[in-house]
């Protein structure tokens, strides 16, 4: 809600009214003066300037998400997953290459045989092979595309999560967005009732009813109010940076005012749903899958002893040999039995095991770290509405009691310390309603987002 608010006075009627009451002879009190606000101007007055992009719905910031290298990052991670297991399978699968050679021998030796006359080595020798081998039995490297898959489900669990963290930056940066353009606002409604308190305390000066120092506090309220217009055009800039860094653009990008916060909380709704059960949620199922991995470790670790019987077949033929057939063929069979590594089995187990327990401890504190987060995301919607509440009675009361402060200073009652104290006490409270409105759609969705399966 934008609270538009304006001095109303008429500064030069109604003062030169209480003067003339003053010298008047006649009993009879004047008729109430018509009370009007001062027209007043000011560069500072102007909106700021808008942002090259708006995002116009929930739908839209989704689109720029799926592109934005954040998203892009995880999908690539997934992928290489992928790729690291099919590298995996590629242990246990035979394998296939050929290679050509030619060979030219520039020195030779005739060597006369009989009828039959040698060249050593052959002048000029074209050779191809073609080779086949295969791990036929390798437990380690049949474990590893267990682990490779168990890679995969992590890295899938990880993207899903990292769907869920994006939302939820999406949202907040919009929220802060809104928020930040409504503060905005608010400060150049402040600024300009600041400089039409200026006015009055110069009206009351002009016909000495007022003192210099009305003017100096009325110019330093003017002043605090000018500060806090140029911090909250700061901070709305560094708001649409920041979604625009969210969604991937190199500009900045504002939120559409006049984005409907309820339909907007519905629409991340439809997006992310929520789970009943905290070990659904992704990073907490991640972290398990994790767990899961490094206990494989040590095991691996184990089969770093275990024998292995590779397979091989060679075929080949040769332009010129000196004894034997130009065409070969060879089948090898081999047996490796580890028997000392120096110990390299014996760190990597201990290593794993270490490995292990850290996976351990980490599930433990991330599980306890999203039950603490589920519960305060359910209580801050309580909470929030409560201080929305608490909110709208402080500003409703320092809009009253401004707007007595500003009718009695007209009539000559109250202090310009009154005037300036009620007007800085109203602009708070403006603005810590409007956060607190935003608060409260900000609790709505992190009770959804903490514990949600987001799909897009």
Not at 3 to 30: D, N
Not at 110 to 136: C, D, K, M
Not at 226 to 232: C, E, M, N, S, T
Request: proline fraction near 4%; charged fraction near 20%; charge should be neutral.
């Amino acid at each position: 809600m934008i609270f538009q608010r304006r001095v109303t006075l008429a500064a030069s009627a109604m003062l030169a009214c209480t003067f003339c009451a003053g010298r008047a002879a006649s009993a009879q009190a004047p008729a109430p003066p018509v009370v009007t606000a001062p027209a007043v101007s000011d560069p500072m007055l102007a909106p700021p300037p808008p942002a090259p992009a708006e995002l116009h719905s929930w739908d839209e910031a989704l689109g720029m998400l799926r592109r934005s290298p954040d998203f892009l990052t995880s999908v690539a991670a997934v992928e290489r997953a992928a790729a690291q297991r099919r590298i995996a399978l590629a242990a246990v699968l035979p394998v296939l290459y050929a290679q050509g050679s030619y060979v030219h021998n520039f020195n030779t030796v005739t060597v006369p045989f009989g009828t039959v006359t040698l060249v050593e080595p052959p002048a000029t020798v074209w050779q191809g092979y073609a080779i086949a081998q295969w791990n036929a039995i390798s437990p380690r490297a049949l474990y590893g595309v267990g682990t490779a898959d168990l890679a995969i489900d992590v890295a899938s669990l990880s993207l899903a999560d990292r769907r869920r963290v994006l939302a939820g930056s999406v949202v907040s940066s919009v929220l802060a967005t809104l928020a930040a353009a409504r503060v905005a606002e608010l400060d150049r409604v402040g600024l300009r009732s600041a400089l039409e308190r200026l006015v009055l305390t110069q009206t009351r000066l002009q016909f000495a009813k007022g003192t210099e120092l009305d003017v100096d506090r009325a110019q330093q309220d003017v002043a605090q109010a000018r500060a806090l217009l140029i911090d909250g055009d700061e901070r709305l800039r560094q708001a649409r940076e920041s979604l625009g860094q969210t969604l991937g653009s190199t500009t900045p990008v504002a939120a559409d005012a006049s984005l409907d916060l309820q339909g907007f909380d519905r629409a991340v709704s439809a997006t992310c749903h929520v789970n009943t059960d905290v070990e659904r949620r992704a990073d907490v199922a991640a972290a398990r899958e994790r767990v899961a991995i490094t206990e494989r470790q040590i095991e691996d670790a184990r089969l770093m002893f275990a024998p292995t019987l590779s397979l091989s077949s060679q075929g080949g033929y040769a332009s010129a040999v000196t004894l034997g057939p130009l065409w070969t063929w060879t089948l090898a069979a081999t047996i490796t039995v580890p028997v000392y590594d120096g110990g390299v089995r014996y760190g990597a187990m201990r290593d794993a095991r270490a490995s292990a327990e850290q996976a351990r401890d980490a599930l433990a504190s991330l599980r306890i770290a999203a039950l603490i987060e589920v519960a305060r995301a359910n209580r801050a919607i309580d909470v929030d509405t409560a201080r929305l509440e608490v909110s709208k009675q402080r500003r409703d009361l320092a809009a009253s009691v401004d707007a007595r402060v500003r009718e009695g200073y007209a009539r000559g009652i109250g202090t310009s310390l009154d005037l300036v104290t009620s007007a800085q006490a109203l602009r708070q409270a403006d603005i810590e309603l409007v956060l607190a409105e935003f608060d409260l759609a900000q609790a709505h969705a992190d009770a959804v987002l903490v514990n949600a399966e987001c799909v897009y």
